[in-house]
């Protein structure tokens, strides 16, 4: 087992290996697989055979700056996707916590905290002064 290790190393030497977009794309390929097994229809074992392939590509590359302009890439979009994910859970987690009411004179947005009754709101930009129930 330790010589096939080291022929793997040697193997590996000079060339790309794993990275995010590796395991992203082999994430991709396993979901494929699976969902081949239900899905009867040829592509879907065909596009997971080809992002299996293409990982496999990426990772025995010698051209190592390209893949990790690939990567690069990726990671950037890949902060892109879940940055909207996680201002949506930030809004969801103020929407429990906080009321959001406007100014009904300014229309300024006003956060109030949940569940303290009927509360009277200063406007903190024009001064008017309004009653919501929080
Ligand atoms: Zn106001």
């Not at 494929?32 to 009867?40: D, M, S, T």
């Not at 051209?63 to 969801?92: A, D, H, M, P, S």
């Amino acid at each position: 087992m330790s010589r096939f290790r080291e022929r793997f190393a040697r193997f590996m030497v000079g060339r790309y290996g794993a990275d995010k977009l590796s395991q992203c794309l082999i994430g991709i390929s396993l979901v494929l697989v699976f969902a081949g097994l239900f899905a009867r229809n040829p592509w879907v074992d065909i596009l997971a055979f080809i992002f299996m392939a293409l990982c496999y590509f990426r990772m025995f590359s010698k051209n190592i700056g390209k893949r990790f302009e690939e990567n690069q890439k990726f990671e950037r979009l890949f902060f892109r996707i879940t940055e909207v994910f996680r201002k949506w859970r930030f809004k969801i987690q103020q929407m429990r916590q906080y009321h959001i009411y406007k100014c009904p004179s300014c229309s300024q947005k006003i956060r109030i905290p949940r569940g303290k009754g009927k509360v009277s709101i200063h406007c903190p930009k024009c001064g008017a002064d309004f009653i919501k129930k929080s």
